[in-house]
Protein backbone atom coordinates (compact mmCIF):
# COMPACT_ATOMS: atom_id res chain seq x y z
CA UNK A 1 0.00 0.00 0.00
CA UNK A 2 1.19 3.16 -0.48
CA UNK A 3 0.23 7.15 0.96
CA UNK A 4 0.78 10.25 -1.18
CA UNK A 5 0.69 13.39 1.00
CA UNK A 6 0.52 16.87 -0.78
CA UNK A 7 1.09 20.01 0.78
CA UNK A 8 2.32 23.71 -0.39
CA UNK A 9 -0.84 24.86 -2.04
CA UNK A 10 -2.50 28.05 -1.63
CA UNK A 11 -3.72 31.70 -2.74
CA UNK A 12 -1.10 33.70 -4.25
CA UNK A 13 -1.25 36.91 -6.88
CA UNK A 14 -0.46 36.39 -10.50
CA UNK A 15 3.70 36.44 -10.56
CA UNK A 16 4.02 35.03 -7.60
CA UNK A 17 5.38 31.51 -6.70
CA UNK A 18 4.76 28.50 -4.64
CA UNK A 19 6.37 25.30 -4.24
CA UNK A 20 4.16 22.07 -3.80
CA UNK A 21 5.50 18.98 -1.57
CA UNK A 22 4.57 15.30 -2.17
CA UNK A 23 5.76 12.44 0.43
CA UNK A 24 5.33 8.96 -0.24
CA UNK A 25 5.13 6.47 2.20
CA UNK A 26 4.40 2.87 2.41
CA UNK A 27 5.83 0.02 -0.11
CA UNK A 28 8.04 2.33 -2.28
CA UNK A 29 9.72 0.48 -5.08
CA UNK A 30 13.47 1.78 -5.77
CA UNK A 31 12.40 2.46 -9.78
CA UNK A 32 9.29 4.99 -10.29
CA UNK A 33 8.21 8.28 -11.82
CA UNK A 34 6.67 10.63 -9.55
CA UNK A 35 4.67 13.66 -10.89
CA UNK A 36 1.94 16.59 -10.67
CA UNK A 37 -1.20 16.44 -12.45
CA UNK A 38 -3.87 19.14 -11.83
CA UNK A 39 -7.52 19.68 -12.80
CA UNK A 40 -9.28 22.65 -12.85
CA UNK A 41 -12.99 23.12 -12.56
CA UNK A 42 -14.84 21.81 -15.64
CA UNK A 43 -11.67 20.55 -17.05
CA UNK A 44 -10.03 17.25 -17.36
CA UNK A 45 -7.20 16.47 -15.22
CA UNK A 46 -4.00 17.09 -17.32
CA UNK A 47 -0.61 16.50 -16.50
CA UNK A 48 1.99 18.78 -15.05
CA UNK A 49 5.15 17.46 -14.77
CA UNK A 50 6.88 13.98 -14.25
CA UNK A 51 10.37 12.78 -13.40
CA UNK A 52 11.74 9.43 -13.11
CA UNK A 53 13.67 7.86 -10.33
CA UNK A 54 16.81 8.71 -12.79
CA UNK A 55 15.47 12.30 -12.43
CA UNK A 56 14.55 12.19 -16.02
CA UNK A 57 12.28 14.34 -16.09
CA UNK A 58 9.12 15.54 -18.70
CA UNK A 59 6.91 18.85 -18.46
CA UNK A 60 3.50 19.90 -20.24
CA UNK A 61 4.37 23.03 -22.52
CA UNK A 62 2.11 25.37 -20.99
CA UNK A 63 4.47 25.14 -17.63
CA UNK A 64 8.09 25.18 -19.51
CA UNK A 65 10.65 27.69 -18.02
CA UNK A 66 8.03 28.62 -15.13
CA UNK A 67 7.92 25.66 -13.49
CA UNK A 68 10.17 23.23 -12.23
CA UNK A 69 10.52 19.32 -10.70
CA UNK A 70 12.91 17.97 -8.27
CA UNK A 71 12.83 14.50 -6.04
CA UNK A 72 14.90 13.51 -3.05
CA UNK A 73 14.74 9.74 -4.02
CA UNK A 74 15.80 9.46 0.66
CA UNK A 75 13.09 10.92 1.59
CA UNK A 76 10.65 9.40 -1.11
CA UNK A 77 9.48 13.39 -1.88
CA UNK A 78 8.91 15.11 -4.87
CA UNK A 79 8.36 18.92 -5.21
CA UNK A 80 6.87 21.11 -7.29
CA UNK A 81 8.69 24.75 -8.05
CA UNK A 82 6.15 27.11 -9.36
CA UNK A 83 7.03 30.42 -10.56
CA UNK A 84 5.44 33.68 -12.64
CA UNK A 85 2.10 31.88 -11.54
CA UNK A 86 -0.71 32.57 -13.91
CA UNK A 87 -4.40 32.69 -13.39
CA UNK A 88 -4.86 29.58 -15.67
CA UNK A 89 -2.51 27.80 -13.32
CA UNK A 90 -5.79 27.37 -10.66
CA UNK A 91 -6.23 24.13 -10.43
CA UNK A 92 -5.89 21.16 -8.04
CA UNK A 93 -2.75 19.75 -8.09
CA UNK A 94 -2.34 15.93 -7.10
CA UNK A 95 0.67 14.08 -6.74
CA UNK A 96 1.09 10.66 -8.65
CA UNK A 97 3.60 7.76 -8.41
CA UNK A 98 3.68 5.14 -10.94
CA UNK A 99 5.54 1.76 -10.10
CA UNK A 100 4.81 -1.73 -11.38
CA UNK A 101 2.77 0.01 -13.53
CA UNK A 102 0.35 0.82 -11.08
CA UNK A 103 -0.72 4.78 -10.26
CA UNK A 104 -0.96 6.46 -7.01
CA UNK A 105 -2.87 9.18 -6.34
CA UNK A 106 -2.65 11.85 -3.65
CA UNK A 107 -5.79 13.65 -1.95
CA UNK A 108 -4.66 16.96 -3.93
CA UNK A 109 -3.97 20.69 -2.94
CA UNK A 110 -5.88 23.57 -4.05
CA UNK A 111 -3.04 26.23 -5.90
CA UNK A 112 -5.19 29.53 -6.55
CA UNK A 113 -3.96 32.43 -8.81
CA UNK A 114 -5.72 36.06 -8.58
CA UNK A 115 -5.11 38.20 -11.29
Known amino acids: QVQLVESGGGLVQAGGSLRLSCVASGSISSINTMGWYRQAPGKQRELVAT???????NYADSVKGRFTISRDNAKNTVYLQMNSLKPEDTAVYYC?????????WGQGTQVTVSS
Open 96 to 104: NLLQSWLDY
Open 51 to 57: ITSRRIT
